[in-house]
Nanobody, 126 residues
């Protein structure tokens, strides 16, 4: 069974840090581009960051550039999102997603990803 499981969310004060993790099972992790998306009630799901299957290519949403870092450990089937200098506007449910891709690129569109986790809530207080 293909499954993505996020962890690491929580409540943090503005300026604080969190590290999200996403562990994959049931798939060849290094055959997949991975991404983090986030969503707040009543808003469209937003792409935060993506990373190619080999980790060589990453992309970040402009508003998190310089604050967030995406990485992956293929040996551990795990994706990470290090979030520093958190702002109240970063409050959302964060989801990881996987898309089969053996090329050195990743997708910004949620419609390219066909495996999704259940999400982990990040709440940043002011």
């Amino acid at each position: 069974q293909v499954q993505l499981t996020e962890s690491g969310g929580g409540l943090v004060q503005a300026g604080g840090s969190l590290r999200l993790s996403c562990t994959a099972s049931g798939l060849n992790f290094d055959h997949y581009a991975m991404a983090w998306f986030r969503q707040t009630p009543g808003k469209e799901r937003e792409g935060v960051s993506c990373i190619s299957n080999n980790g060589r290519t990453t992309s970040l949403l402009d508003s998190v550039e310089g604050r967030f870092t995406i990485s992956r450990e293929n040996a551990k089937n795990t994706l990470y999102l290090q979030m520093n200098s958190l702002e109240p506007e970063d409050t959302a449910m964060y989801y990881c997603a996987a898309a089969p891709n053996l090329g050195s690129w990743c997708y910004s569109s949620q419609f390219e990803y066909d495996v999704w986790g259940q999400g982990t809530q990040v709440t940043v207080s002011s």
